[in-house]
């Protein structure tokens, strides 16, 4: 398969524009090949006024801005961190790096974090005589967890809360935009996210000092000094300067980037809800979501095991789609570890399916998508 096939749809190929080439092209031309310039701090500044914080750190990952995150938290090795179980696993994997163990929380009606289950999870866990020291919310698929529900529970537990917004750059909301709501939060420019650095990642947070030493530990721990000088490990975390041109160069078109991800959202809905039994995830009553994928949702009452024939029809008419988030308490790398669970993740896992949602798609396709689903439900 190539970019140019234009027959496949796929799943959320990144846009790249002649201003995001030209921001790139100017950005080497300027001689700032080193991994701090201009453009990284103008991209951090940008990303934290959009975000409404007051301090931003470029990242080569989102995996990183976790690490960085919870080290600064203070997770230690045998700490408990809790994290939903339907993610993606560097929201947990991030966890292991700092020799913590994730324990896994099922899912409320958002598909995020159950607030229900969090403060008995905090409780039970305490009582083993270990340490509860931060937990990992996640806005799946650029939808806000329930925040209203989580920040008193976590505040009175004293748990810290790191926002994953990996999925949810462009989300905003009147009660706080995506990646506002901890005490950091963590925004991923992926290949494959709303906007895109080809890779990268960035720390948002109101905390400054937060920001200070995330800077300073992703910039090899280097001391003011003339030579390099070091009182602590150091990490090569950095977003460079050129990868951040780009991301400045999307940034500008993050609002109309989510604008289109939410009308093909209501595309589908249009279609595919015509269905008993078949829901196109929506925003949730406490805020918003910026659409990164439009997911639907088949009910095993009416039509059970649809997900997978979907699927393969999906496929054998090149199209691309994939189920939602394998549960990460179901993961052979994560078997065994302390779980919170519902059935509510393990069922959305085998009745979910997240369909092609790329900005580039016309109405037409989406007609062509949901004409393929439709199909498979006659069956
Ligand atoms: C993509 C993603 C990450 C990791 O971001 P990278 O920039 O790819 O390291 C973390 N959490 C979630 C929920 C993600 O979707």
């Known amino acids: 398969m190539t970019p140019e096939d234009r027959s ?7 846009v790249v524009t002649r201003s995001d080439i ?23 500044e940008e990303i934290a ?24 938290m203070g997770v230690r090795p045998g700490d408990y961190v809790l994290v939903p179980t339907v993610t993606f696993g560097a929201t947990a994997f991030a966890v292991t790096y700092l020799g913590a163990e994730p324990v896994f929380i099922d899912v409320d009606e958002s598909w995020n974090m159950d607030p229900a289950l969090v403060g008995g999870a905090i409780s039970s866990l305490r009582a083993s005589g270990r340490r509860v020291s931060a937990a990992i919310p996640v806005d799946l698929y650029g939808t806000l967890a329930n925040y209203p529900a989580l920040i008193p529970i976590l505040a009175e537990a004293e748990v810290p809360l790191l926002e994953d917004a990996a999925e949810a750059v462009g989300t905003t909301c009147t009660g706080g935009n995506a990646g506002s709501f901890g ?38 721990s280097r001391e003011d000094v003339p030579w390099y000088e070091h009182e602590e490990i150091g990490y090569n ?4 300067n050129i990868l951040a041109a780009l991301g400045r160069s999307q940034l500008r078109r993050v609002a109309a980037e989510v604008a289109k991800r939410r009308q093909i959202r209501e595309w589908y809905r249009d279609r595919l809800e015509t269905r008993e039994g078949v829901l196109v995830q929506s925003d949730p009553r ?5 659409a990164w994928l439009s997911v639907v949702r088949f009910d095993p009452r009416i039509h059970p095991g649809t997900s997978t024939r979907v699927r393969s029809l999906l496929d054998s008419h090149k199209v691309e789609s994939r189920p939602v988030w394998k549960p990460l308490h179901l993961q052979p790398v994560f078997a065994g570890a302390t779980s919170f669970l519902t059935g509510s993740a393990e069922q959305l896992f ?28 006659q069956v």
């Open 49 to 72: 006024q959009a975000v409404g914080v007051s301090h931003a750190v470029g990242l080569s990952s989102g995996t990183a801005a976790i690490h960085l995150g919870l080290k600064y």
């Open 183 to 220: 005490q950091a939060g963590v925004l991923s420019f992926n290949g494959n996210k709303l906007i895109t650095t080809s890779g990268g990642g960035m720390l948002v947070t109101d905390d400054e000092e937060l920001a200070r030493k995330v800077r300073f530990w992703a910039t090899q």
């Open 350 to 377: 085998r009745d979910g399916l997240c369909l092609p949602s790329g900005t580039a798609m016309a109405e037409e396709d989406v007609d062509r998508v949901s004409n393929i689903v439709l199909e498979a439900l």
């Open 286 to 290: 406490w805020g918003g979501s910026n």
């Open 237 to 240: 975390y950095r977003l460079s």
């Open 8 to 14: 496949r749809i796929l799943l959320s190929p990144p």
């Open 22 to 44: 030209d921001a790139v092209v100017a950005a080497m031309s300027s001689g700032w090949l080193a991994p701090v310039g201009p453009d990284l701090q103008a991209f951090e």
